[in-house]
């Protein structure tokens, strides 16, 4: 298998070495290519402004569309989830004639629905959000692309050097018992597999959501991980005295992800956590 993935920072850094581990030529196209792993063949590239054709090989037959935006402004959306993701999809379409499936990461921001409502593929999205707007926009870019494609909602991702939640906790960070605020989470190395798991898969659908089926409330994921810093010792702020990220409140079904026979490694914030406990200690 000859795979390209675009936008390849961490996400698609994992994915490829997965694909490279079971034989597959993977290329990586990234501004700074000095971080991609080595098993990744680099493609020094901006997306957005960057000629392309010239640079993407022409035996490529499975693409990733992994790219992050590079801030949290409006433009930079448009810039990573548009203009490249066009500009990419032009030049694949140019360049690769054995081109036969188009993977995109995309996230559970496209939904609007709170309450704790459940959501899976089938349910309605209107965000009201810049940033779901236009994922929403990406994702049909794909489905216009004339390619077998899966777009993959991905929920809150975390996992190693993915901090923010624990620093919010040990700073004190406050969610209150009710009403009840769900989140969803998925461990980045169980997206990456479940991405890789998808390439080359004949009965793949065109949408997944990707989150590990466990939704908690935000109480309930602060208290246990509060417990286990004070068990270890870290100094922890006053309840209270930080400040508390907004959430969602939805509950995100995995079920069709499921169904393809994937599991995830990581089922739960306490196993995800966990895993990574000894790295968020060596970082205090």
């Known amino acids: 298998m000859k795979v390209l993935i675009a936008g390849c920072g961490d996400l698609g850094g994992r994915i490829g070495r997965i694909l490279a581990g079971r034989g597959a030529r993977v290329h990586g196209m990234r501004r700074s290519v000095e971080r991609l792993p080595v098993e990744i063949l680099p493609i020094a590239a901006d997306m957005t402004v960057a000629p392309l054709e010239s640079l993407v090989p022409e035996d490529i037959e499975v693409l990733f569309y992994t790219a992050s935006a590079g801030g949290r402004d409006e433009a930079a959306y448009r810039a990573a989830y548009l203009t490249g993701l066009s500009r990419v999809l032009a030049a694949v379409r140019q360049?690769?004639?054995?081109?036969?499936?188009?993977?995109?990461?995309?996230?559970?921001?496209?939904?609007?629905?709170?309450?704790?409502?459940?959501?899976?593929?089938?349910?309605?999205?209107?965000?009201?959000?810049?940033?779901?707007?236009?994922?929403?926009?990406?994702?049909?870019?794909?489905?216009?692309?004339?390619?077998?494609?899966?777009?993959?909602?991905?929920?809150?991702?975390?996992?190693?050097?993915?901090?923010?939640?624990?620093r919010s906790i040990?700073?004190?960070?406050?969610?209150?018992?009710?009403?009840?605020?769900?989140?969803?989470?998925?461990?980045?190395?169980?997206?990456?597999?479940?991405?890789?798991?998808?390439?080359?898969?004949?009965?793949?659908?065109?949408?997944?959501?990707?989150?590990?089926?466990?939704?908690a409330p935000m109480a309930e994921i602060a208290a246990w991980l509060r417990a286990r810093m004070a068990a270890d010792g870290i100094a922890l702020a006053p309840v209270g005295a930080g400040s508390s990220p907004g959430r969602a409140n939805r509950r995100?079904?995995?079920?069709?992800?499921?169904?393809?026979?994937?599991?995830?490694?990581?089922?739960?914030?306490?196993?995800?956590?966990?895993?990574?406990?000894?790295q968020w200690r060596r970082a205090q």
């Open 95 to 166: 360049k690769c004639p054995h081109l036969r499936q188009v993977l995109f990461s995309s996230s559970t921001s496209v939904y609007h629905q709170g309450g704790g409502a459940e959501v899976d593929e089938t349910s309605p999205t209107e965000p009201t959000r810049f940033s779901g707007r236009i994922l929403l926009e990406a994702e049909q870019l794909v489905r216009e692309s004339g390619y077998a494609h899966c777009v993959v909602r991905l929920s809150g991702i975390y996992g190693p050097g993915r901090f923010w939640l624990l």
């Open 252 to 278: 995100c079904r995995n079920t069709r992800m499921l169904q393809t026979g994937f599991e995830p490694a990581y089922p739960d914030y306490q196993a995800g956590y966990s895993a990574l406990w000894d």
């Open 170 to 215: 040990r700073d004190g960070a406050a969610y209150a018992e009710t009403p009840v605020v769900y989140s969803n989470r998925i461990h980045i190395e169980d997206a990456a597999r479940f991405m890789a798991f998808l390439a080359g898969h004949e009965a793949a659908e065109p949408l997944y959501i990707c989150s590990d089926g466990s939704p």
